[in-house]
């Protein structure tokens, strides 16, 4: 049990949860499974590998952002995005291969 001074961490409970839900979509999931293995992908790329709309792909990347699960760089004219941190594909990867 993760404590702090034998009571809960009621803000790291929280946070943990606000990602959990972030990344609680087919799409996200997806998202983050392209991204596994330091790949850095833009919206254009995101959304012709996933077959959805680029204002869809924005929407969902949009969440992940502000969750943090993803951060971006811009180079030139595109945006490229990748996983903040890349130990949440581990989370993905358990939870895919046991349902």
Known sequence: MIASSNKLDKDLFDRAA???KAIAHPVRLAMIDLLRDGRRLN????????????????????????????DSRRQGKHSYYFLKHPCIVDVVTILLKNF
């Open 18 to 20: 606000g990602s959990l």
């Open 43 to 70: 919206v254009t790329q995101i959304h012709m590998a996933l077959g959805i709309e680029q204002a869809v792909t924005s929407q969902h990347l949009s969440i992940l952002r502000e969750r943090e699960i993803l």
